[in-house]
């Protein structure tokens, strides 16, 4: 699976659209990008996944280039509840494909 | 989403015993379910994936006799931390998969932390 690359750390202010990036230039054909977010001391929660078109759900929404080679996360509204690690992760399909989990970017966010 | 539980949540066990850790799939069948390792302010390590009814298949440096798996239905995988040290001491979280193609999602559990003194 491909590897991915993000900023350690980021801010936002309350009620501010969280724009967390991702790079990840090897990406191939058949691999999804994945998004977690672990809240101290708790089990990664999933947020949204894409291949290659831009995708929206009710906690966020996944921008993927064109080339696919960096995606970015969206909070359109972050509150303090958000404030996490946020893991971007690159998955193929198959049976034994497997979620790797890198460093992440911790997002804190303030009032 | 689909909900993943594990219990217990926290153990404070003794070093030299076992400990067993269960991650049920609440409302889907979990074909495939992987356990991740945590230790503090680190990311989480894949530790082994395991299909029902087989085998579990380990990442390179995690022994298998010593944390021993079972995933003997479609809702239900264990872990059991053998002859714990304290070194073993962590956050153990379990996923789950549905069974599928591989794009399925992946859920997680709230994990279990693993004290060894």
């Known amino acids: 699976d491909a590897k991915t690359t993000q900023p350690p750390s980021m801010d936002c202010a309350e009620g501010r659209a969280a724009n967390l990036p991702c790079n990840h230039s090897t990406i191939s054909g058949n691999e999804y990008v994945y998004w977690y977010r672990q809240i101290h001391s708790q089990g990664p929660q999933y947020i949204i996944h894409g291949l290659k078109n831009n995708e929206t759900n009710e906690m966020a929404s996944l921008i993927i280039t064109e080339d696919r080679k960096s995606s970015t996360l969206i909070l359109p509204h972050a509150t303090l509840r958000d404030t996490a690690v946020y893991y971007c992760i690159v998955r193929g399909t198959g049976t034994a494909s497997k979620l790797t989990f890198g460093t992440g970017t911790r997002l804190q966010v303030t009032l | 989403g689909a909900v993943v539980s594990q219990h217990p949540s926290r153990v404070i066990c003794k070093s030299g015993t076992s400990v067993k850790i269960e991650c049920r799939s609440l409302?889907?069948?979990?074909?495939?379910m992987f356990w991740y390792r945590q230790f503090p302010k680190q990311s989480l390590m894949l530790m082994a994936t395991s299909n029902e009814g087989s085998k579990a298949t380990y990442e390179q440096g995690v022994e298998k006799d010593k944390f021993l798996i079972n995933h003997a239905s479609l809702t239900l995988s264990t872990l059991t931390v053998t002859s714990a040290h304290p070194e073993d001491s962590s956050f153990y979280i379990c996923s789950a998969r549905a069974f599928g193609g591989g794009y399925e999602t992946q859920y997680f559990g709230p994990g279990t932390r693993l004290l060894v003194l």
């Open positions: 409302d889907f069948q979990a074909t495939t």
